[in-house]
């Protein structure tokens, strides 16, 4: 048993993946959740599934005797959930998160706490879904699945190595890396992408308000836009707390749609064949890597 009492502060579909996830690997003997007055429904179902023993609306019962912490909001409340946690913050008990972003969060505890404390370590799962509520949650959500800690020099070793194992135990494979690379790295292929398929489908709803083009959208549209179906406070507070690498990336490929744009007009069939090969090839290469 790695933990004797697990509190899980917001019991959404990662949240409750965890939950799910660690008991059935056997990782913690008694697992609660913790929510606002506005949450009870959701808890009162999460308890209902089996996926947690028990919830509190006020932190500190839900803290007591806890010696794990898994922080699940959304990325903008993590600060708020910090201040809550300050007054029983306790040497006997890790704290952990699973927030899409690492510099924003770093930086929220830092401003709580002064410096960021050893027994915090930043993490995010790099797996999910458009679905949110712990109806969604999933035991085996982080099978083979990758897990980014982000820890500090102060970060406590023995800290850091408990929720690594803890993860390794759920099936996930850790990586480590500063929070500023994470940062980076998941804008590009995570934060990038699913802008992209807000601001498409944006666009599209806006011109076509009786929806004329989504009765005839098929499979390519459906593959494409999946992701919008996500979040909005989840994923607004991701673009919020990573506009700097995000931004660029933005321009970039306002670049990228220009040339296209440029090609098109120019009747440049070789160019937009040999863009259009490039890319396909680079994704099969993505493919590969991911199977080996
Ligand atoms: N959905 C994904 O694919 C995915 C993947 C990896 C990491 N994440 C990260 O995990 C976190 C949770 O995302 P999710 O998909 O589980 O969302 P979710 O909406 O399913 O769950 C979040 C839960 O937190 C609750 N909550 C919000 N503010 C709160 C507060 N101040 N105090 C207590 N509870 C609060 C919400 O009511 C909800 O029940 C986010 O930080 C997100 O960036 C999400
Ligand atoms: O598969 C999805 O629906 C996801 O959005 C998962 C996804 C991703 O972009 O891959 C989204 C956000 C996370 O922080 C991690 C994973």
Redesign the pocket.
Same mark, same amino acid.
């Given at each position: 048993m790695m933990f004797d009492r697990l509190c899980i502060?917001? !019991? @959404?579909?990662?949240?409750g993946s965890v939950a799910r996830a660690a008991r059935s690997q056997g990782l913690a003997r008694c697992i609660v959740g913790?929510?606002?007055e506005q949450?009870k429904p959701?808890l009162e179902t999460a308890k209902r599934l089996g996926v947690i023993d028990e919830y509190f609306l006020d932190i500190g019962p839900a803290l007591r005797e806890a010696d794990g912490v898994v922080i699940?909001?959304?990325?903008g409340?993590i600060e708020?959930?910090f201040e809550q946690l300050k007054p029983y913050w306790s040497d006997n008990c890790i704290y952990s998160d !699973? @927030?899409?972003t690492k510099s924003n969060v770093i930086v929220a505890a830092g401003r709580v706490f002064g410096t960021v404390p050893a027994n915090l370590v930043p993490a995010?799962?790099i797996?999910?879904?458009e679905n949110?509520?712990v109806e969604a949650a999933l035991p085996d959500l982080f099978q083979r699945r990758r897990l980014i800690v982000t820890p500090l020099p102060q970060t406590e070793p023995s800290a850091l190595n408990k929720i690594q194992v803890f993860w390794e135990r759920m099936g996930a494979q850790v990586s480590v890396m500063s929070a500023d690379h994470h940062d980076a790295v998941l804008a590009a292929t995570s934060h990038l992408p699913h802008l992209l398929a807000f601001a498409l489908v944006d666009m599209l709803g806006r011109q076509d308000e009786q929806c004329e083009i989504f009765k005839y959208a098929a499979g390519g549209f459906r593959d494409f836009t999946r992701i919008a179906s996500?979040?909005p406070t989840?994923w607004r507070d991701?673009c919020a707390a990573n506009k700097e690498q995000l931004i660029p990336l933005l321009h970039q490929l306002k670049t990228e749609l220009d040339k296209i744009e440029q090609l098109l007009a120019d009747n440049d069939g070789r160019r937009l064949f040999e863009t259009f090969s490039y890319a396909r090839n680079a994704r099969q290469r993505f493919l590969d890597q991911l199977e080996n």
């Open positions: 502060i917001g !019991v @959404g579909l990662i949240g913790y929510g606002r949450e959701n699940a909001v959304p990325v409340a708020s959930v !699973v @927030g899409s995010h799962p797996a999910g879904a949110s509520g996500s979040d989840m991701i």
